[in-house]
């Protein structure tokens, strides 16, 4: 392991002129990538050219305190939450054995398959007062039996947390399995415990896969609206759709939607300032080491909390699912939910092709460079995950039919003939939505990859006479193949569930798994929405096992 | 490598896809904020009956109507379908809408179903209206909208969350009918009679009106209907309020031609048909709503829930004072 300051692999400086005029070049592509990828998440903060005054007293005068407090704690809650939950099951699957280790170190990624929304509203028909598990209570031990309700803050938070977590589990295993145990045990035998070993050395040292991680799922419960909505829980997106729904003000929801943003950049500037200039490196390769062995009641204690975890986040979920599609929907399963799987599927293919080779650009671009321009640039295009997906969408949108009026006079000058909306209802234009919404998701695996490859690896191999080309396809892309492959799965699965963006964006006859549970479920009919949820899901696990069997392989 | 030349030739693989359909001539172009499953049989029975092909997408109203304006003269849209009165008030306000002289509309939809403006058209009516456990209220307890914010009710109301719209409707409804100040202190009344935080939907309101966690709530009819074809056995009815003055608060969807439609003779010729007698037992009848037209028969279940005296105060003053009602209820503490 080696700490240092983090010099950029490929500084200009020791490059040849011809290498240099090349990174100029790609420089340039980046830089218009970013750019561009920057600019709907720009959007928003054109609304301050239009004051609303009355809409912010009012909100400031009402709910806004609230709205606040409670978005503050749902994130805090969340946060400790999904690390612990994370951290924790990473650490006994990747580090220790234990009866079912095999099984869950992939099976507890499954609940990333499921949506929020889907696990709030299976949670709130499960073990609201109406549901099956309080009736059955109140049958047994009188009508007066009163339990704690699910529709409160504890209950929100439980939930997201069960679907968030898979993020930091993911991320903190490749971290805790690169480590080895080698590391460990120099802790050991200087002295420290093993849990002081787990928290003073391993914690630490895996700190930037965990900030990651529970960067990812911070962000997704800012933009949340769906699972909040359903639990009547007022954050602070419920004031931009209030604003914008309720008060038809567009502006004052753009406006409330840059003070998330801001929010979420200070955030990151801190976590990046206390995180220091520090880098880890682990020298050793991916270890075949033994896991400590845990007995007795520890090993038990390890299964029931693998278990409860995952009974909790996926299997009472899918098998309450199962249930309604069996008791209501079978009846609506039709041959269009072969168009639907295979529209899920392109769509998330090629985002997800998009998305890694943009945040792979990125990521190179901003180790060889030190201009604070594309620095910046970049670090706002990978902000676009933690705006609401309505708002993102239709500051997508706007740009879209901007660079369309521009296409149109353009042709109506030179070609006589408009070309009507060539961008903005084009699949062109949703792929992009998602390259701009999931760049962020993509951005920690590839980014985290790249850490792994040190400057002397580079440096090595440029004076063994290897040219940029092949230090590119033999060093930088074997190296980096498990990242990509996280960052692409990642972007399915996020694809797969996306709503907002497809909904206002998606060309005509474009409708996904995801549209329709938002038909079925935006009319009140949860129950129907089992049978395209269930779909969803199966059509998830195949990026999760896949996910999965590289990390098997290697332990 | 020459990068510049990659990115370029990249783009211009990525052109064919930015090519949207080109529309034939007999067609029409639909954006929907009403469910897919609610409008698709209409469009196919129009298809069917005159050979005019509809292309639709589906969304929700906000965004739908952003893309509307974003899209100005460009767009591809004939016709926007809505539900809910606010928002096909607030698409005319954006002025994404065209007038329109019909005699049939005119004929065929009430005054109050309709924008005084001709912009927009009711398609169905969804009345919103009291349910109550019949295991634990008479009918006699009830009254008005009003009533359930008296202390009686203490700790047995149960309501969905002032976040819908159909609840904005409902109390901008009541500003217009009763003024600010009392509209106010009733729903103050309501929050405090509250037995449990707002549902988020009709039908978990319902379900908990009925498992006994309150007494009664407000809902709209069509999601009782629903309920109760799955679930006959729950101790729900429906009690019609304010019988003896305004009437039930009715809300509408329905429909108006764009400003910049392509096909916007075609688009009223299919708008006209909507209000017709066919279309509006198809319009109606799959989601259980009352069809706009008093001429058509409802759902023999619906007619089943008894004749009532609705609200005729234009249903454009729900989106006029959209803003102003939820205001109110943030004032009130009505989550």
Redesign the interface.
């Given at each position: 392991m080696s700490a240092h300051p983090g010099t950029g692999a490929m500084a200009p400086g020791r490059l040849g002129a011809r290498a240099r005029r090349m990174n100029s070049g790609w420089h340039i592509v980046t830089l218009l990538i970013a750019a561009l990828v920057a600019l709907p998440i720009l959007v928003p903060f054109l609304s301050w050219l239009h004051p609303e005054g009355e809409v912010w007293r009012h909100l400031a005068h009402t709910v806004l305190g609230e709205l606040v407090r409670n978005t503050l704690v749902l994130t805090a809650g969340v946060g400790v939450g999904v690390l612990v939950l994370g951290a924790g099951l990473a650490w006994l699957t990747a580090m220790c054995e234990f009866p079912g280790r095999r099984i869950f170190e992939w099976a507890l990624m499954l609940p990333l398959a499921v949506p929020t929304y889907v696990l709030a509203f299976v949670a709130i028909g499960l073990l609201d007062f109406s549901g099956p598990l309080q009736t059955t209570l109140r049958t047994m031990f009188g009508a007066d039996l009163r339990l704690p309700a699910i529709r409160s803050t504890g209950g929100i938070i439980i939930v997201m947390v069960l679907a968030l977590y898979p993020y930091v589990y993911m991320l903190a295993r490749a971290a805790f399995l690169s480590q080895g145990r080698t590391l460990l045990e120099c802790g050991r035998m200087l002295g420290l415990t093993p849990w002081q070993a787990f928290l003073r050395v391993a914690l630490p040292t895996a700190r930037p896969a965990l900030a990651a991680g529970v960067a990812l799922a911070l962000m997704e419960t800012l933009a949340d609206f769906g699972a909040v909505y359903i639990f009547n829980y007022d954050t602070f997106t419920t004031a931009i759709y209030k604003a914008w729904f309720g008060l038809f003000s567009i502006d004052a929801a753009a406006q409330l939607s840059t003070l998330l943003l801001l929010f979420v950049a200070f955030a990151f500037y801190l976590e990046h300032h206390f995180r220091g200039a520090a880098r880890f490196h682990s020298g050793g390769k991916l270890a075949h080491e033994r896991r400590f062995r845990l007995t007795g009641a520890r090993a038990w204690g390890a299964t029931a909390a693998a278990g409860v975890v995952l009974s909790a986040a996926f299997l009472v979920p899918l098998a309450q699912l199962l249930v309604w599609a069996a008791d209501t929907a079978l009846s609506g399963l039709d041959a269009r939910y072969i168009e639907f799987t295979l529209h899920t599927l392109a769509l998330g293919v090629l985002a997800a092709l998009i998305t890694v080779s943009a945040a792979l650009l990125l990521s190179a671009a901003r180790r060889g460079s030190r201009g604070n321009l594309s620095n910046a640039l970049i670090r706002l295009a990978t902000l676009g995950y933690a705006l609401p997906g309505t708002v993102l969408a239709v500051g997508i949108m706007l740009v879209l039919t901007w660079l369309d009026r521009g296409i149109n006079s353009f042709s109506e000058t030179w070609l006589g003939t408009p070309a009507g909306l060539a961008l903005a209802s084009s699949l062109t234009a949703l792929l992009f939505a998602y390259l701009v919404r999931f760049l962020a998701v993509a951005h920690g695996p590839v980014e985290s990859g790249l850490e792994r490859i040190t400057p002397s690896i580079t440096q090595a191999a440029r004076s063994l006479g290897a040219k940029q080309r092949e230090i590119l396809w033999r060093i930088y892309l074997p190296m980096l193949r498990p990242g990509l492959l996280s960052a692409g799965l990642l972007v399915f699965v996020e694809v797969m569930k996306e709503l907002p963006a497809t909904l206002l964006l998606r060309p005509f006859g474009w409708d996904t798994l995801a549209v329709r549970i938002f038909e079925m479920t935006s009319n009140g009919e949860w129950q129907r929405a089992a049978l395209p949820a269930l779909a969803l899901i199966v059509v998830g696990l195949i990026p999760v096992l896949l996910l999965m069997r590289p990390s098997r392989t290697k332990s | 490598?020459?990068?510049?030349r990659?990115?370029l030739l990249s783009l211009l693989a990525?052109l064919p896809?930015?090519?949207?359909?080109v529309q034939a001539a007999d067609e029409i172009?639909v954006y929907s904020a009403r469910?897919?499953?609610?409008i698709k049989p209409l469009f196919d029975a129009y298809t069917k009956e005159t050979g005019v092909n509809i292309?639709?997408?589906?969304?929700?109203?906000?965004?739908?109507l952003?893309?509307l304006k974003?899209?100005?003269k460009?767009?591809?849209a004939d016709l926007l379908i809505t539900v809910d009165a606010g928002n096909l008030w607030?698409a005319a306000?954006e002025g994404v809408l065209a007038k329109v002289a019909s005699k049939t509309l005119h004929d065929n939809i009430p005054a109050h179903l309709r924008d005084p403006d001709g912009q927009w058209f009711g398609l169905s009516i969804r009345a919103r209206t009291i349910v109550y456990n019949t295991q634990k209220v008479k009918p006699a307890d009830l009254s008005t909208y009003e009533g359930l914010g008296a202390a009686q009710w203490k700790g047995r109301l149960c309501l969905r969350?002032s976040?819908k719209?159909y609840n904005?409707s409902l109390v901008a409804m009541m500003i217009a009918r009763l003024g600010e100040q009392k509209t106010e202190e009733i729903v103050r009344g309501w929050v405090t009679n509250l037995a449990?935080?707002?549902?988020?939907?009709?039908?978990?309101e319902m379900?908990?009106i009925?498992?006994?966690?309150c007494d009664a709530g407000i809902v709209n009819t069509y999601?009782y209907g629903?309920l109760m074809k799955?679930k006959p056995e729950l101790p729900l009815a429906l009690y019609w309020p304010n019988q003896n003055d305004r009437g039930v608060h009715v809300n509408i969807s329905g429909a108006g031609i764009t400003k910049h439609a392509k096909h916007a003779q075609a688009a009223l010729k299919f708008l006209e048909w909507l209000s017709g007698d066919k279309a509006q037992h198809l319009f109606a009848d799959a989601?259980l709503e009352f069809p706009a037209n008093p001429q058509v028969q409802p759902d023999p279940l619906v007619a089943s829930w008894g004749a009532f005296k609705q609200d005729t105060i234009n249903v454009a003053e729900a989106g006029k004072l959209?803003?102003r009602a939820?205001?109110l209820m943030?004032?009130a503490g009505y989550?």
């Open positions: - | 490598m020459k990068p510049l990659y990115a990525l896809l930015a090519f949207a359909p172009v469910n897919e499953q609610l292309q639709f997408v589906t969304g929700q109203e906000g965004p739908l952003a893309r974003a899209e100005g460009n767009t591809p607030q306000q969350s976040k719209v904005q449990t935080e707002p549902h988020s939907d009709d039908t978990q379900e908990a009925a498992a006994g966690q999601y629903r799955s989601n959209q803003a939820v205001m943030d004032r989550k």
